[in-house]
């Protein structure tokens, strides 16, 4: 390493100095590397590029056509929704029992006593649910997959059971705050 250090002290003018680079050279290398390369085969014709642009075009239009054409005429014929719906929910044997859970559990908090405007975000998010419900309801004579069908209809009973629980702690918790305020001594 001495030598190196050496080398470097003595020559250390010279590597500080910046060497300018010949700009004419340097192009003329590129130019030279540039013009031994053989070129790229271009189109001969851009009536070709049109042609083939229109066809492309035409061919798209057509395709979008005929699919939409297709998904017209397979529109599913109007069901009654009265007649489909009771073989749909029948086809749901569990449904009477989240029915009975839902209806014990607004029994259990006097659901139709209870103020709203206390509560209205949970009464809120129970109105929408109940929204979705009465969509999927109407939806419900052109769903194929009975097996889903039964799923949503199991997560809305769940969801709606969910929401009434929460609605009772909140019941029991202000319950308990107001207690706790009627009993301090003033």
Request: net charge negative; charged share 35%.
């Amino acid at each position: 390493m001495d030598f190196l250090e050496k080398r470097i002290k003595e020559h250390r003018g010279e590597f500080d100095e910046i060497e300018r680079v010949d700009e004419g050279l340097l192009w003329q290398n590129i130019q030279a590397d540039l013009g031994n390369t053989t070129p790229v085969k271009r189109l001969q014709s851009s009536r070709f590029l049109q042609i083939y642009a229109v066809a492309a075009t035409v061919a798209l239009l057509m395709m979008a056509s005929l699919f939409f054409y297709q998904n017209q005429n397979a529109a599913p014929a109007v069901v009654d929704v009265e007649m489909e719906m009771p073989q749909k929910f029948l086809d749901f044997p569990e449904e009477e029992n989240y029915q009975q859970l839902v209806a014990d559990k607004k029994e259990e908090i006097d659901f139709d006593e209870i103020n709203q405007a206390k509560y209205k975000d949970i009464f809120h998010e129970l109105d929408l649910l109940e929204n979705v419900h009465d969509e999927f309801k109407e939806d419900l004579p052109i769903l194929s997959d009975e097996e889903k069908a039964i799923q949503v209809l199991q997560k809305y009973y769940e969801r709606k059971i969910r929401i009434l629980e929460r609605l009772s702690k909140e019941i029991e918790k202000k319950s308990r705050n107001e207690k706790r305020i009627n009993e301090r001594p003033m």
